[in-house]
């Protein structure tokens, strides 16, 4: 285990670091890519997903990842459907299923930069410590679209 040590302490650095937050994110998109084709040879649900994008993690189009059962890809993030009642971002968009606004994915998708700069650990300290403060204010400004 202390043969690892090294590794461990420097990707956490690397974790707190804009270098960092792109590197992470690489990977995620790159992984779940790469997860999507193997799913897609035995789910014919994910396979009809990535086939509404033309298998283009860079798709642009918000109403394709809406209408996506499962995964998609926007702007070259994973998008995952969810159960979760809301919508979320941590290096993949979590999209409610019942989500049918195109304003969600680009609000979403508003938080990689955020995450790209500040890196993975410093992203979620942010957005926890943010949303725990804002509270009333965080829903109205989420309520009247001041995104």
């Known amino acids: 285990m202390a043969e690892f ?17 792109v590197a992470y ?14 799913a897609s ?10 086939d509404s994008i033309g298998w283009n993690p860079f798709n642009s189009n918000e109403e394709a990842v809406l209408n996506s059962k499962y995964v998609s890809f926007y702007k070259g993030v994973p998008v995952f459907r969810t159960n979760l009642g809301r919508s979320g971002t941590f290096l993949a968009i979590f999209l409610a299923r019942g989500e049918t606004s195109t304003d969600t994915v680009r609000h979403e998708f508003g938080h990689i930069p955020q995450q790209l700069l500040l890196g993975p650990i410093r992203f979620g300290l942010y ?21």
């Open 5 to 21: 040590a090294p590794l461990i302490v420097a990707a956490l650095a690397l974790a707190l670091t804009p270098i960092g937050g």
């Open 25 to 38: 994110q690489v990977t995620a998109s790159a992984l779940s890519y790469a997860g999507m084709c193997v």
């Open 41 to 50: 040879l035995f789910d014919s649900d994910v396979r009809e997903d990535m």
């Open 127 to 147: 957005r926890y410590s943010f949303r725990s403060r804002m509270g009333a204010l965080g829903s109205y400004w989420t309520s009247n679209r001041l995104f």
